[in-house]
């Protein structure tokens, strides 16, 4: 295409990634779709500067300009959540803990945190992730009839563990999370507490989630979910934890920061500040709750019967699928969400027996509620007849016409950006 820096054939792969995130509906419930600034800034000069150190000790000469942006950064990181202090250096989430884990543990120390197979994540405690290698994780679940975390069951093994680290925080858990509670177990077990909040970190902004921020010594969360910045990771702390996590992440485990990246997450979180982006969490919010409601109404199971945020679990296996089936069904009608295990699955992971539906990107480009009920019963019409093609074509059509009625970066969206 003409309007192509260069016929480099990576150009006709952008340009065909950006058809497919028109075409289809984004419910992978850890992507979002960034505002015109944030990718701006993610394309701007400043991915050429190299600037180890923090503002005003810094490695390098020149940095007078990236100084001002980190400082924005972090302010505001600071004011909106509430924080006495702010790392927004972390390139991912996972380096987020990394540097957490450094700052407040040995290795060999003993974690306990939430089971991957329960919801919980990778890097809190994965037997082949580097949690797990380095230190001594072990797991707390959610009850096998409700689903859900029970603070009870959780005290018991805290104090039976005694852990240097009691780890809140999932990347597939449909419901409120006690952070109060959680943190007051902590306490009695003589534990620190942490608190991974990428998921959520857009909803505690916008006023929909409780904040874990007074109650854990370190908060970690990455800024492109509900948050809707750049890939990144942040970290907050309101005790006394900044020098440790300063050190753990440089020199500690990365080398110059991502300065393109702090800008557009300085402006991601201007623009979580603003009015307009509790609006938009707590439609967020609204349209999970109705897309579960949809979901049940037509058969289907949603793990815990519901939700509280942004995203659901689906059992598909009550109407005799795999997630992996579900998910290539889903797929080949323009719907993108990915299979997930739900709780005592006995499914393997690559199969697993759900699927994880978010409305973090759906919301942003302005489908709201009645929306959510006509794709509610466009999942369900495929989930109970997968391998219909007269089926799949009627749904695939509809969904066409809700991707051209509502584009990414069209009138609607940019109503529900503010
Ligand atoms: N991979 C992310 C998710 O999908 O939830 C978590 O890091």
């Given at each position: 295409m003409s309007t192509f820096p260069s016929d480099d054939p990576i150009w006709n792969a952008i340009e065909a990634e950006a058809t497919r995130q028109e075409t289809h509906l984004e419910l992978i419930a850890s992507e979002n779709h960034t505002s015109h600034e944030v990718m701006a800034a993610m394309g701007s000069c400043l991915t050429d500067k190299y600037a180890e150190g923090y503002p005003g000790r810094r490695?390098?000469?020149?940095?007078e300009h990236v100084d001002e942006v980190e400082t924005i950064c972090r302010d505001r990181a600071k004011s909106l959540f509430g924080a006495t202090h702010a790392n927004v250096q972390a390139h991912s989430g996972s380096q987020a803990n990394v540097a957490a884990y450094m700052a407040l543990l040995e290795p060999g120390d003993r974690v306990l945190g939430m089971s991957l197979d329960h919801?919980?994540?990778?890097?809190?405690?994965?037997?082949?992730n580097f949690s797990g290698l380095f230190y001594d994780f072990h797991a707390y679940g959610v009850e096998r009839d409700t689903e859900r975390l029970d603070l009870d069951r959780i005290r018991a093994q805290a104090l039976e563990l005694k852990p240097k680290l009691l780890l809140a925080g999932a990347s597939a858990y449909p419901r409120a999370i006690d952070f109060e509670g959680l943190a007051s177990i902590a306490r009695e077990a003589g534990s620190l507490f942490m608190v991974d909040m990428a998921h959520i970190a857009g909803l505690v902004a916008g006023g929909q989630h409780a904040s874990p921020v007074p109650h854990a010594d370190i908060v970690t969360m990455t800024?492109?979910?509900?948050?809707?910045?750049?890939r990144g990771g942040l970290i907050l702390t309101t005790k006394d934890w900044i020098k440790q996590v300063n050190s753990a992440i440089f020199?500690?485990?990365?080398?110059?920061?991502f300065m393109h990246a702090i800008a557009a997450k300085g402006i991601a979180l201007r623009e979580a500040s603003e009015p307009a982006f509790s609006d938009y969490a707590e439609r967020v919010v609204a349209n999970a709750a109705r897309l579960a409601a949809t979901l049940t109404e037509r058969g289907l199971r949603i793990v815990s019967g519901g939700?509280?945020?942004h995203l659901m679990l689906v059992d598909v296996s009550g109407v005799s699928l795999t997630g992996a089936d579900a998910e290539e069904a889903l797929g080949a009608v323009g719907v993108t969400c990915n299979k997930n295990l739900i709780p005592?699955?006995?499914?393997?992971p690559m199969k697993a027996s759900g699927v994880r539906i978010g409305t973090a990107a759906v919301t942003t480009r302005g489908l709201g509620t009645a929306e959510m009920e006509t794709l509610g019963g466009l999942i369900a019409d495929v989930l109970h007849a997968p391998s219909d093609e007269a089926v799949r074509a009627r749904v695939a059509r509809s969904v066409a016409e809700l991707t051209g009625a509502f584009p990414i970066r069209g009138e609607s969206a940019a109503v529900a950006r503010g």
């Open positions: 490695y390098y000469g020149g940095c919801g919980g994540h990778l890097s809190h405690g994965h037997p082949k800024t492109h979910k509900t948050l809707r910045g750049p020199p500690g485990e990365q080398g110059g920061p939700t509280d945020n005592y699955d006995p499914q393997p």
